[in-house]
C-alpha cells in the first residue's frame, strides 16, 4: 500500500512539471564527437528508430563522424526499417546509397558470426527496447555480446529510457527451466531495466568478461514514463506504434499465447483484446469489481485485417490507459485470463508449451488449472517481481 501510495504521488507531481531534457547515450556519444570510436572499425547492431534528439539516426552519424569507419550493420526482429512483421525473417540486405552490409540477426542465424566480426574493432549497440522481457532486442544484445566477448571485442551500448519507467517491475522472474529467444533472462516480464543496465546484468551473471562500455543517459531517472523524457517517441515495430502500446504490450501480449487477438491488424495494436466467442459485456462487469489504477475498460467490438481472426468479428476489450505511471498491464493479464477460464471454460485456450516463455514458468499453467484466484496468483507475481528489484541493486545506473 504505502508503494502504491507513493506511485500515485509521483504521478501527480511529475505530470505538473515540465517534461525532462533527457539525453540518450547517442546524444552523450555526438556531444564527445565519437571519441570512443576514433580510428576504429565499428560494426553497429540497431534501427531506423535508434535515432538523436535532431532525429537523425545512428548509423548516419556515424557514416558521417570523422575518424569513424562504419563497416557493417547488424538488424535485430522486424528489420532495419523496423517494418517487418513480428516472426518474419529479415534477409542481408545492404545500406542504401552504400556497399555497407546490413546483416540480419533474425533469419537463419540470430547471432553475428566470427567471421562476420573479423575486421570489427567494436560493436556498437542502440536499440529501442520496449522494456518487455519477451521483446526480442534484448536477446539480440546478449547474443552479440557473447560474440563480441568471443571475439575479444569492445561493445558499446548507447542507452536508452526504459518507455515503461524503471521503477515499476512486474510479472514472475523468468525460471531457469524455460530459455527461448523471447525468454533468455531471468527477469521479470516487465523489468524496469534499461538496454545498459541489461548489459550489465548480463555481463556479469553469465561471467562473459566482455568489454562493457555503457554510454550512459543523461537526465534520465527511474521514476520517468516516455511522456517524461521530451523525447520522440519512434515506433521500433510495426505494432509498438506508441508509448501506450509498448506499456500494455508488456501484459496483454501474453494472450498471445492463446486464441485471443490482442488488436494486431487494427488500429490499435495492444489496446484491445477480443474473439469471435468472448463474452465481453460480462467480462468489462466482472473486471470492474477490482481496482486496476490508471486503466479504464470498456467493452467493444472490431475486425482485424490480418493475423488471428483476420476479417472476423470479435467481441472484446478497450484498454485505455489514464496513468502510465500506476498502470500495471500484467496483474490486468492474470485477472482477465483467469475469469476467462471461468466464463468461457469451453472456448479460451491457452498454449501451454508456449506460455513459460510470457509468463516467466510452468507454474503458472499449475495454478491456473487448480483454479486458484487472480488475486492469489497476483500475490506470487508481485513477490517475485519485488525480490527481483533488490537482485538488480549494483547494476542499476540511474537513481
Known sequence: MKRRFFLLLLAVVSSSVVRADVKTGLDVLEESHFAPLWGKRVGVISNRAAVDRSGRPLVDLLREAPGVTLVAVFTPEHGFTGKVENGQPVTDDVLPGTAIPLLSLYGERKRPTQEQLKGIDVLVCDLPDVGTRFYTYITTLGYAMEEAAKADIEFVVLDRPNPLGGEVVEGLVLSTDVRHFTAYYSIPTRHGLTLAEVARWHNQRMNLNARLLPI?????????????????????????????????Y????????????VGRGTNSPFGVFG??????????????????????????????????????????????????????????????????????????????????????????ETWFKAGESAEAIVERLHKSAEDFKEERKPFLLYQ
Open 275 to 364: 474473439a469471435p466467442w468472448m463474452k465481453n459485456i460480462t467480462l468489462v462487469k466482472a473486471l470492474s469489481k477490482t481496482n486496476f489504477p490508471g486503466i479504464k475498460l470498456k467493452a467493444t467490438s472490431f475486425k482485424p485485417t490480418s493475423d488471428l481472426y483476420k476479417n472476423t468479428k470479435c467481441y472484446g476489450v478497450r484498454v485505455t490507459v489514464t496513468n502510465p505511471h500506476v498502470a500495471r498491464p500484467v496483474d490486468l493479464f492474470v485477472h482477465a485470463a483467469c475469469l476467462l477460464r471461468d466464463l468461457s471454460p469451453k472456448d479460451f485456450r491457452p498454449r501451454w508449451a508456449e506460455m513459460p516463455r510470457v509468463v516467466g514458468s510452468a507454474d503458472f
Open 250 to 261: 508488456s501484459g496483454l501480449g501474453a494472450f498471445e499465447s492463446t486464441n485471443i487477438s
Open 216 to 248: 550512459a543517459m543523461q537526465g534520465w531517472k527511474r521514476w520517468m514514463v516516455w511522456r517524461d523524457t521530451g523525447l520522440t517517441f519512434l515506433s521500433p515495430s510495426p505494432n509498438i506504434r506508441t508509448p501506450t502500446a509498448a506499456l500494455l
